[in-house]
């Protein structure tokens, strides 16, 4: 999206002061952000049909103590930048949620200017690691190899074989921003655990080194 285009954005939350307060943050952000949709179950998502919003912030805990990992992973198949926003700030969360595929993970202690800042990284499709998501990273116990959620190892290996991200896109039927987004989720789970890939060529041979792929593949 170009840099000085408003931004649209589904709130998902059952508590109406939550919704409140996230949409008067909004509604003076630079650049604008657009609330089109809020409410208190993951349907708000989808109420404007063939006109969804760019980015979707979703509270984990919705009614009751059930966590929305179900709600977050249909969002997340549908190709939706979805920014967990919760109050729970224990590493194991944050990182089942990068590995359902939430675009990033922000705990409602971390306030305005890291959601706003979210928002804004998750439309352009810029990377965006809050400091909560960065103690996740730094206690996450596993070692070399990161954890690829399934559609992060999906869209790795189909982006080896093809020419470019517009054709991976047209393949597994989500669009070209989507696939970047999977990419650059890839690489900031790589750097996390010491073993940076910058470029395709730096990703080819993570993933052969780590058994993703064979090189006959390619």
């Known amino acids: 999206m170009a840099a000085d285009d408003a931004i649209t954005v589904a709130v998902i939350d059952d508590h109406p002061v939550v919704l409140a307060g996230v949409e008067h943050w909004y509604s003076t952000a630079d650049p604008p952000i657009e609330v089109v949709a809020s409410g208190a179950t993951a349907e708000t998502a989808w109420t404007r049909p063939g006109d969804s919003a760019a980015v979707v912030v979703l509270d984990l805990q919705l009614s009751g103590s059930r966590l929305a990992y179900d709600d977050l992973r249909c969002l997340v198949d549908a190709g939706r930048q979805v920014i967990v926003y919760t109050m729970r700030d224990d590493e194991r969360t944050a990182l089942t949620c990068l590995d359902i595929g939430a675009f990033t993970y922000l705990t409602k202690a ?96 993570r993933a052969i080194q780590d058994g993703l792929i064979q090189v006959d593949d390619l």
Do not use: M
Request: charged share 30%.
């Open 110 to 205: 971390e306030g305005e200017d890291h959601l706003v800042a979210a928002t804004v990284a998750a439309a352009r499709d810029l990377p965006y690691t809050p400091p909560a998501l960065a103690g996740a990273f730094g206690a996450n116990t596993a070692t070399e190899r990161p954890r690829l959620s399934v559609r992060e190892e999906e869209v790795l290996i189909e982006w080896f074989q093809c020419e470019s991200k517009e054709l991976v896109a047209e393949r597994l039927g989500i669009t070209p921003r989507t696939v970047n987004t999977y990419l650059d989720r890839v690489r900031i789970k790589y750097a996390s655990v010491g073993r940076e890939a910058r470029t395709k060529a730096k990703l080819v041979a």
